[in-house]
């Protein structure tokens, strides 16, 4: 009994004189979590302890152990076997441990922690950054369904426009198409036209031209007229050229009415009507003309 009780008093007194051992430095709680309201509370004051709660030094552990081991081991109340020595070994060890490389391993374990910390820390802020575009981006498009129905609403407007262009627009094309048939009857009959008094001016030239060498008095009336005119003594009406050009004419006109069969205005005619219906097909018009010249709707 006396072995057990010196015993314990000798583990609690040397367990006392570590707990009084200065650290090497303050412990870091690594925690993630926001700080909770039970955290912010005060922290209630340590109350008074040391040796026995005397405030002393628990270092003062370490004689009083000592006084009462040598009278215990003299009057063998307790016996140092192989046990007190392992554990005498096992507690220098500790002691060693702790006060040698404690320091050390605290700057291990708290860099790591430090570390580990820091990636967390920046972990959540790029996961807070995500959450926070997302939420932009979702505000942004609170309006989309709006948007989707002006879009349809838009939609249906163009449909509804399209649909009266649609109507409107062959009867527009049909209009161009008739007038650019107009324009190009006119701008064939002006260039036949054009073609039929050039060459009967051209005949004219040259029918006045023949009389006037072949005969003498025209030649000479021609030439009293000129000296009338210079003179400023010529009457209205005696220019031989001019009644010569205008008797040709008369001529022509009767000798064309008396052999006028219809048939070189016929070849005129044909000739226009194809002309025409090649058009109206090549740029696929909504008519296009028969032989006669009749225009005929496409089916």
């Known amino acids: 009994m006396l072995r057990i009780a010196s015993s314990s008093i000798t583990k609690r007194a040397i367990l006392s004189s570590t707990r009084g051992l200065p650290q090497a430095g303050p412990v870091v709680a690594f925690h993630s979590s926001s700080r909770r309201e039970e955290d912010a509370k005060a922290v209630e004051p340590v109350k008074k302890g040391g040796l026995f709660g005397t405030g002393l030094s628990e270092w003062y552990a370490l004689p009083v152990g000592l006084v009462a081991a040598i009278p215990a081991i ?16 096992f507690i220098a060890f500790c002691v060693t441990l702790y006060t040698q490389g404690g320091d050390a391993m605290y700057k291990t374990l ?6 580990i910390l820091k990636e967390h820390t920046e ?35 163009a449909y509804v426009n399209l649909n009266a262009a649609g109507k409107v627009k062959p009867h527009h094309d049909f209009k161009m198409q008739i007038e650019r048939m107009i324009t190009m009857i006119a701008q064939e009959e002006s260039n036949v036209a054009e073609k ?53 004419f008369q001529n ?18 044909a000739t226009l009507v194809a002309k025409l219906d090649a058009v109206t097909k090549n740029e696929h018009f909504f008519f296009q003309f028969d032989e ?6 496409n089916a």
């Open 74 to 89: 003299k009057l063998e109340w307790y016996v140092v076997n192989e046990e007190t020595q392992l554990l005498a070994v």
């Open 252 to 269: 022509k006109a009767a000798a064309a009415a008396k052999s006028d069969d219809g048939t070189e205005a016929a070849a005129q005619r």
């Open 123 to 157: 972990a959540e802020e790029k996961v807070i950054e995500a959450l926070e575009q997302k939420l932009d981006f979702l505000k942004a498009n609170s309006n989309m369904v709006k948007d989707f129905e002006s879009i349809n609403t838009m939609r249906e407007a």
């Open 196 to 248: 039929a008094k050039t060459a009967l001016m051209e005949e004219a030239t040259a029918s006045v031209t023949a009389q006037f060498e072949s005969s003498k008095d025209l030649k000479k009336a021609a030439l009293d007229a000129a000296i009338a005119k210079i003179k400023g003594t010529a009457k209205a009406g005696d220019d031989p050229v001019q009644a010569t050009f205008i008797k040709f």
């Open 110 to 115: 708290d860099e790591t922690a430090q570390t």
């Open 292 to 297: 006669s010249g009749k225009p005929k709707m």
